[in-house]
């Protein structure tokens, strides 16, 4: 595969990418009289981007006079910086916001407990769980026993604010969240009270909410959902563009990416085209870094294995280096974002990674096989450089004369005796004798 197909799929899947993002689903329009009910879903790690739509859908919903707006809570957890922010968002809305963990199988975990506290409502479907917010590091690793044990007491004191309308019970339960990681099903968060509702999906929440009385910004409200009409914001392109990037195959794909194309340009520079994808593509791979669980050792490996990709195209080893660093990157992409202490978040398909690592492999091969191709060539420098070239006679060469050739003028001869050449004609040069060019007529 050249260098010209390469770049060539990577442009093509840039313009497929940003097709799929410009497609905006058309808002449905609500009949006069009916309660309107937005919905949002919150999938995912969290992520700035996610304050960002919550925030959209909340002006949203006041514009549009919305009964409440549900948030549709699906997240393994993230950062205590994010979910403050999300939370104070939620406390400081005007309208009544519900927090839905769903769907069946969803959670909400770790920072995703405190979350659905916040809401002025909080149900979950069946088969869903909820809790296991104790601190960890940025990387799913243990914090020192000082840091832990004033981030919990600020947690603890969190959730007892946020779940003080509840009973002793569900406050109980909410605090050992984080003192000891413990998690509930919804049945049990039911039981407690943590949580108000279990319901199958939006309408049965819709069903039982009619009529409930919430307090929001110290004001009552009563909630009126009976035939509401329920419409889904959806996502922006800049959203949905941001939001891949918590998608741990995508984050892979960009990484690849981002190294095959540093690496092209580095085996054959000067086009930039290769070097500006690689650049952007690694810095959406860091941003995503911020936001999931990255495994360090896997960083490493993957390191390592593009330190071996450099190395064998500066002092091609036919191979070896290159077949190392294909391991090194399969072992570093499968432990990549695989946390033990954060066994929420999703890991990289196993298939991708193979077959990613199969595609490097084949696309090097190719890149090692030119680079000692050249490395055999016989070197060829100065004057000698060019023979074998074609220029055109620019004075008749009667036998001498002179021919323009690679931009200069230079005086020429004929290589053998003959007809003399004129002016335009095409001629090659055969040998370099000092300044003096010998030539015979193109072919």
Do not use: C
């Not at 909820?130 to 601190?135: L, R, T, V």
């Not at 509930?184 to 407690?192: P, T």
């Not at 202490?341 to 030119?370: K, N, Y």
Request: hydrophobic share 50%; charged share 15%; glycine share 8%.
């Amino acid at each position: 595969m050249s260098k010209h197909h390469v770049l060539f799929i990577m442009r093509l899947a840039v313009i497929l990418l940003a097709a799929v993002f410009l497609v905006q689903p058309a808002a449905a329009q609500t009949p006069a009289g009916t309660p309107l009910v937005l919905s949002l879903k919150v999938d995912g790690p969290l992520t700035p981007v996610m304050i960002t739509s919550i925030e959209r859908s909340l002006d949203i919903a006041a514009s549009d006079s919305a009964e409440l707006l549900i948030l549709q809570l699906n997240t393994p957890g993230g950062s205590i910086q994010l979910m403050n922010t999300i939370v104070q968002v939620i406390r400081a809305s005007t309208i009544p916001v519900v927090v839905y963990v769903s769907p069946q199988g969803a959670m909400a975990g770790s920072a995703g407990t405190l979350i659905t506290l916040a809401g002025h409502v909080a149900a979950m479907a069946p088969e869903t769980a909820i809790g296991a917010a104790s601190p960890v590091g940025s990387q799913g690793e243990d914090i020192g026993e000082t840091l832990a044990a004033k981030e919990k007491e600020i947690l603890r004191a969190t959730v007892r604010s946020l779940a003080e309308r509840r009973p002793p019970e569900a406050i109980a339960v909410a605090e050992q969240t984080i003192e000891t990681a413990k998690a509930v099903s919804s049945s049990e968060a039911l039981a407690v009270g943590l949580v108000d509702y279990i319901a199958t999906d939006l309408n049965d929440l819709l069903r039982q909410m009619d009529g409930r009385s919430v307090t929001v910004i110290d004001r009552e409200v009563t909630i009126h959902t009976q035939n509401a009409t329920i419409r889904e914001i959806p996502l922006t392109a800049i959203e949905r563009a941001l939001s891949l990037l918590t998608n741990p195959n995508i984050v892979f794909l960009l990484l690849s990416i981002g190294v095959q194309a540093i690496l092209i340009e580095m085996s054959s520079p000067g086009g930039w085209v290769a070097g500006t994808i690689g650049v952007v593509s690694l810095a959406l791979v860091v941003y995503s870094f911020g936001i999931l669980p990255v495994n360090l050792f896997g960083l490493i490996f993957l390191v390592l294995a593009f330190v071996l990709f450099i190395l064998d195209i500066k002092a091609p080893t036919h191979g070896a280096l290159t077949a190392a660093g294909i391991g090194s990157f399969i072992a570093g992409s499968l432990i990549l974002f695989n946390s033990v202490r954060a066994p929420g978040f999703p890991s990289v398909s196993v298939p991708l990674v193979i077959g990613t690592g199969v595609f490097l492999a084949l696309s090097f091969s190719i890149i090692i096989s030119f680079a000692i191709r050249a490395l055999k060539a016989p070197a060829v420098m100065g004057k000698e450089s060019l023979v074998g070239k074609t220029g055109v006679v620019s004075q008749m060469l009667d036998p001498v004369g002179s021919i323009q050739l690679a931009g200069e003028l230079w005086s020429a001869e004929l290589a053998e005796p003959g007809e003399p050449l004129p002016q335009g004609t095409r001629v090659v040069v055969t040998t370099v004798n000092g300044l003096k060019l010998k030539v015979k007529k193109a072919e």
